[in-house]
């Protein structure tokens, strides 16, 4: 199971981190990353970070902005996005892979307004 949290409602330019807090899989051997779906466009791979170690990738739209960490003992993921614009407006979606198990989370809600 995983339970995103974090999202929220702020204006250009600030910051918001999203937790992941993931049960019932041996998280230190999954894969984990962030998903969003912007309204009116497909789900699209924001940042990932490999199992068990730090090996991250990002969209290049997110690159330099956001960060995408985890805590093996405390089988979370988190997500820090600074420097939030507009476009980042979406339902933002943790995802675990490995074993080959695919585990998805409810998502939580992010919009980014003036």
């Known amino acids: 199971q995983l339970v995103e949290s974090g999202g929220g409602l702020v204006q250009p330019g600030e910051s918001l981190t999203l937790s992941c807090a993931a049960s019932?899989?041996?998280?230190?051997?999954?894969?984990m990353s962030w998903y969003r779906q912007r309204p009116g466009k497909e789900r699209e791979l924001v940042a990932a970070i490999r199992r068990p170690g730090s090996y991250t990738e990002y969209a290049e739209s997110v690159k330099g902005r956001f960060t995408i960490s985890r805590n093996n003992d405390r089988e979370m993921a988190y997500l820090q996005m600074n420097n939030l614009q507009i476009d980042d407006t979406a339902v933002y979606h943790c995802?675990?892979?490995?074993?080959?198990?695919?585990?998805w989370g409810q998502g939580t809600q992010v919009v980014v307004s003036s």
């Open positions: 019932g899989f041996d998280f230190k051997w999954y894969d």
């Open positions: 995802n675990a892979w490995g074993s080959g198990n695919d585990y």
